[in-house]
C-alpha cells in the first residue's frame, strides 16, 4: 500500500516521541512491503515562532493532500499564561481538526496487564478494564461563538450543537459498539443543558437502527464517578467536545501511565493520529519521553487503513517492550532506557 | 442562639436522611441550649406531584425568611428520559440556588482513615486527602441563554461569566486557603474559552491581596488526571460552575464512599447544606440509605453560624460510628444498621 503520511512533530517532546513512531512505521514498511511517503510541517508554537501562526497554511495544505497525519504534541508554556495573547499554539490544533474535518476523537481505555500496579486505581478495580471513547471533537464549546465586552468584564463561549454533528459520531460509536461488547452509553448532562437534550434525543433515535446495541445514558457528573468506581462497566462511550476533554483524560490514569494512550481522530476524508499526552516541556530534549504512545499511534494509523496484521506487529512488540522491561523511566523506576533506545527496541522486534 | 432552618426534603431517600440530620440538630439544640424552628416544605418531584413545579412559591418563601436550609435530594426517574419535558425536577434546585444568590458551593474531601479501603484509589494515593472545592453555583452554562431552533435540530446554551460574579467567590475561596495550607488552585480551560481566559485575570488580579497563598492555574483536563494521579497536592480548588459539577463529583470518590460528603451552598444572606449524592430511587424507603452525608451538612450548618464546637461534637460522634462500625451497607457488608438505627446512635452521641 501507497501512503501519504505528514508528520507533525510540533512542540516539547513531540519530535522526539513522532521519531520513534517513524521508525516503526518504516519497519512495518520493509518487513511488509508497503511505500510510506513521508513529510513533515511545522506546527504550533514552533510554528508560531517561525511563521507567526500556529498552523501555516503551507502545512495545512500538506495535511490536505495526504491520507493521514502523525501528529507529535502541541503547547509551550511561554504562551500559557497570557490571557490577552490574540494567538496561541493550541489553536493550531483546532483550526486542523476543524479545517480537515476530524470530527470524531477515538480513544481506547485499557488496563495493561504489566502496569496494573502503576495506576492509582486499586487492581481489582481495574483488571479486564476495555472500553473506547467518541469524543465529538469539531463542535460544541470549543467551535461555538466567543465574546467579551470591550471592558474586558463580561466574557461568553456558546455551546451549540446540531443534529447533523451529533448523528455522524453517533453511528460510528454505534457502529463500533456492534463489533464490541454491543453497549453504548451516552455521557451528558440533560437535566441542565438544552445541547444535551438534543444529543439525547437523535442518539436515541439513530439507536432505533442499532438494535443489537443497548442504549443508555449518564450524567457526566455521575460518569466522572463511574469511570473510576467500576470502569469495567463501560464498552463504548459517546460524547461532546467539553465532556470528552475531561473524561477522556480522567480515564487515562486507569491504563497506568498516560505515556501509553493513543488516539485516533477521525473524519470524512482524512485521519489524524497523536499520543494524547501533551508537550510535556520539562521533559523536553531529555531523551526520557516514553514513546509508546506515540508508536500507538501508529498502530491507529495503520489499523484505519485497514492494515490489522501490520498494527498487531507493531502492538506485539510494544508489549515485548513492556514485558521486558525496555521501558522509559516513567515506567520503570532507574530504567537505563531513553526514548531512543526504547524506539529502536520496539522498531526491531516488528 | 435561635434558628430558622427550613427543612426541603425532597425526593428518593432524601426524607429519610434529613430525618436524621434533623434528630442530631435536636440533640445539639438540648445539649448546647440553643433554639432551633424546623418548617418543613416540599420541593422537586414531590412538589410537581403535589403542587405542579419543583418549586412552589410558598417554598421559597419559607427560605428566604429562613436563616438556612437544610436540603434532602432531588430528581425522579420518572421526569429523566422526557428530552421534551418543560420541566424538571432539578430546575427546582437550581432556581433555589438563584433566588438565595447561594453563590459558592463548598465540598470538602477528606479520605477518612477507617474508610481507606472502600476507595477505588490506593491508600498511599488518598492518605491525608484534605481538600475543599469552591464551585461557582449561580453563573456559567447552567443559567446563561438556551435556545433551539422550532425545528429542534440546532440547540445552544451560553456560557457567560462576569466579573463580579468570578470576584465575589474567588474571595471566599482565596480567604479559606489563608486559614488553610495556603494554595489556591484555579481550574479552567483558558487554552480554548474565553470565560475561562476571563476567570484567569481576575483570579490573578484578587490574587494580588493574598500575597500569602500561592495561585496556581491547571486545565480541567488535566486537573480530572491530577485529582486522581494524586490529590494530596491540592488544597483549596476553585472553579466555575460546570467543570466543579464534574471534579467535585470525581472527587467524591477518594472518600470511599459518596454516602459521607456534605456540601455548604452559600450566599450573602442565605445558606443551604445538602449531602453530595442525589436522591437514589432504587434505596427509597428501604432503611438502608447512609445518613452520614446529611448529618454532616447538619455540621456544616452549625460551622457555618460559628458553632464550632457543636459542629465538632456532631463529626466527633459521625467519626464513632464509622470507628464502632454502626454504619449501614453500603459501608459494611451486611451491616445490620439501618438509615434510623445509624442516625440514633449518632444523635445519641452528640
Ligand atoms: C490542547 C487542547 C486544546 C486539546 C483539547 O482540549 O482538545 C487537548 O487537551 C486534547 O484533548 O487534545
Ligand atoms: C441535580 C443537578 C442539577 C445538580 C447540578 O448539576 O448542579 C447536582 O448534580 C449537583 O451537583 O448539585
Not at 8 to 23: N, S, T
Not at 207 to 214: F, K, L, R
Not at 226 to 239: A, R, S
Request: aromatic share 6%.
Amino acid at each position: 500500500m501507497v501512503l501519504k503520511i505528514a508528520l507533525l512533530a510540533g512542540d516539547g517532546v513531540g519530535p522526539e516521541v513522532l521519531a520513534q513512531a517513524v521508525k516503526c512505521l518504516k519497519a512495518v514498511e520493509e518487513t511488509f512491503n508497503h511505500h510510506f511517503i513521508f513529510k513533515e510541517a511545522p506546527v504550533g508554537a514552533i510554528a508560531m515562532d517561525k511563521k507567526g501562526v500556529p498552523l501555516p497554511d503551507s502545512t495545512l495544505r500538506l495535511c490536505q493532500e495526504s491520507d493521514a497525519v502523525l501528529f507529535g504534541a502541541i503547547g509551550d508554556p511561554k504562551y500559557d499564561n497570557d490571557p490577552d495573547a490574540k494567538v496561541r499554539p493550541e489553536q493550531g490544533l483546532l483550526q486542523l481538526r476543524k479545517e480537515l474535518g476530524l470530527f470524531a476523537n477515538i480513544r481506547p481505555v485499557l488496563s495493561h496487564p504489566t502496569l496494573l500496579d502503576k495506576s492509582p486505581l486499586k487492581k481489582r478495580v481495574i483488571k479486564g478494564t476495555d472500553f473506547v471513547i467518541y469524543r465529538e471533537l469539531t463542535g460544541g464549546i470549543y467551535f461555538g461563538e466567543k465574546k467579551s465586552n470591550p471592558e474586558g468584564t463580561v466574557a461568553s463561549d456558546l455551546c451549540e450543537y446540531s443534529e447533523d454533528e451529533i448523528s455522524r459520531i453517533a453511528h460510528l460509536a454505534f457502529k463500533a459498539a456492534k463489533g464490541r461488547k454491543k453497549k453504548l452509553t451516552l455521557v451528558d448532562k440533560a437535566n441542565v443543558l438544552e445541547s444535551s437534550r438534543l444529543w439525547r434525543k437523535v442518539v436515541t433515535r439513530i439507536g432505533e437502527s442499532y438494535p443489537e446495541v443497548t442504549l443508555n445514558f449518564l450524567f457526566v457528573d455521575n460518569a466522572a464517578m463511574q469511570i473510576i468506581l467500576n470502569p469495567k462497566q463501560f464498552d463504548v462511550i459517546l460524547t461532546e467536545n467539553m465532556f470528552g476533554d475531561i473524561i477522556s483524560d480522567e480515564g487515562s490514569v486507569i491504563g497506568g501511565s498516560i505515556g501509553l494512550l493513543a488516539s485516533a481522530s477521525v473524519g470524512e476524508e482524512n485521519a489524524l493520529f497523536e499520543p494524547i499526552h501533551g508537550s510535556y516541556p520539562q521533559a523536553t530534549g531529555k531523551d526520557i519521553a516514553n514513546p509508546i504512545a506515540s508508536i500507538l499511534s501508529a498502530a491507529m494509523l495503520l489499523e484505519h487503513f485497514g492494515l490489522a496484521e501490520e498494527a498487531m506487529a507493531v502492538k506485539m512488540a510494544v508489549d515485548k517492550s513492556l514485558r521486558k522491561g525496555v521501558v522509559t523511566p516513567d515506567l520503570r523506576e532507574n530504567s537505563q532506557y531513553g526514548t531512543n533506545q526504547v524506539g529502536d527496541f520496539i522498531a526491531h522486534n516488528i
